[in-house]
C-alpha cells in the first residue's frame, strides 16, 4: 500500500533551521499534490503549505510564508520542507500528506482532502 514517511524532525534553537523530508512509496508521485501539515497539542491538524501537480506551484499558510520553503524531487519521490528563522509557535508534529483529487496547479488546505498520510515527525523550537 502507499506509505508517506516524514524524516528530519528533532530539537532545534529558535531562529535555527531544520529540513524534512516525506518520501513516498507505492504512489504515482507526479499525479499527487502533496502538502505538509502540523499538528501542535491541543491545537487542530493546520496547514503548512503544499505544491501542486503540473504545473508545480508552491503555497504557504501566512505564518510561514517567507520562513518555509517546499520542493520536491520526483525522480526519488520525495518532497521536503525547509523551514528557517523557526519560532517556538512552530513546535509541532509535522505530518506530509497525498492528495490526486485537487484540480492540477492547485493544492487544498484541509487535511480531510488528503488520503494519504505520513506517520508524522515532531519538530521542537525552544526558545
Known amino acids: 500500500q502507499v506509505q508517506l514517511v516524514e524524516s528530519g524532525g528533532g530539537l532545534v534553537q529558535a531562529g535555527g533551521s531544520l529540513r524534512l523530508s516525506c518520501a513516498a512509496s507505492?504512489?504515482?508521485?507526479?499525479?499527487?499534490?502533496m502538502a505538509w501539515f502540523r499538528q501542535a497539542p491541543g491545537k487542530e491538524r493546520e496547514f503548512v503549505g503544499g505544491?501542486?501537480?503540473?504545473?508545480?506551484?508552491?503555497y504557504y499558510a501566512d505564518s510561514v510564508k517567507d520562513r518555509f520553503t517546499i520542493s520536491r524531487d520526483i525522480a526519488k519521490s520525495t518532497m521536503y520542507l525547509q523551514m528557517n528563522s523557526l519560532k517556538s509557535e512552530d513546535t509541532a508534529v509535522y505530518y506530509c500528506?497525498?492528495?490526486?483529487?485537487?484540480?492540477?496547479?492547485?493544492?487544498?488546505?484541509?487535511?480531510?482532502?488528503?488520503?494519504?498520510w505520513g506517520q508524522g515527525t515532531q519538530v521542537t523550537v525552544s526558545s
Open positions: 500528506a497525498a492528495d490526486n483529487t485537487a484540480p492540477w496547479g492547485t493544492v487544498q488546505g484541509v487535511p480531510g482532502a488528503y488520503g494519504y
Open positions: 507505492r504512489l504515482t508521485f507526479s499525479s499527487y499534490a
Open positions: 505544491i501542486s501537480r503540473s504545473p508545480s506551484r508552491t
